[in-house]
């Protein structure tokens, strides 16, 4: 499974994140899509969409997409949730859910920063796509993308477009 993975759209899904994520199979999204739920339609119409919702979305999104979602992927299990925090710094509500869930892979958004990171305690990686919108102070939109396969996570590749370029 060739997986692409953003977060805190806030309405904004540019070009040449699409040409990024292209050769994806499934679209991950890690909440704050903004823009309403015609705009998630748009992405969902891009490709098969999994995702929660954020802070920031309204009732349309939250209707349609959960505080979190834990699933298999190819022999891995995924936990998502929009305010994560990272290895050590765990939002509370957060670290209930990874040891009620005890993923494999941690997919979380909120901070707008991208991070990618082993918890050697829990034994998982966590990923934080950071901010492919607009919104925020981040100087750099990012994305990522990987692979699946018989329970490994490789080829991962980040995607970063500076702020000004692609709306």
């Not at 119409?45 to 954020?54: D, I, S």
């Not at 349309?60 to 997409?65: M, P, S, V």
């Not at 018989?150 to 996570?153: D, I, K, L, N």
């Given at each position: 499974m060739y997986v692409g993975l953003i977060s805190?759209?806030?309405?904004?899904?540019s070009d040449e994140f699409r040409e990024f994520l292209a050769p994806c199979d499934v679209l991950w999204h890690a909440g704050d899509f903004g823009g309403g739920i015609e705009f998630v339609k748009k992405l969902a119409?891009?490709?098969?969409?999994?995702?929660?919702?954020?802070n920031c979305d309204g009732t349309?999104?939250?209707?349609?997409?959960p505080y979190h979602q834990c699933f298999e992927c190819e022999g891995k299990t995924v936990l998502m949730v929009h305010i994560g925090g990272y290895p050590g710094r765990y939002d509370l509500r957060a670290q209930a859910l990874i040891e009620a869930c005890k993923p494999d892979i941690?997919?979380?958004?909120?901070?707008?920063?991208?991070?990618?990171?082993?918890?050697?305690?829990?034994?998982?990686?966590?990923?934080n796509p950071g901010a492919a919108g607009?919104?925020?102070?981040?100087?750099?939109?990012?994305?990522?993308?990987f692979k699946i396969e018989?329970?490994?996570?490789k080829d991962m590749e980040i995607f970063k477009l500076p702020i000004g370029r692609g709306v």
């Open positions: 805190d759209t806030h309405g904004v899904f119409a891009f490709k098969p969409l999994v995702g929660v919702h954020g349309d999104i939250r209707y349609e997409y941690f997919v979380c958004g909120h901070s707008h920063i991208l991070k990618i990171m082993y918890d050697e305690r829990y034994e998982m990686i966590t990923l607009l919104q925020g102070w981040q100087q750099l939109r990012t994305a990522l993308r018989a329970g490994e996570v």
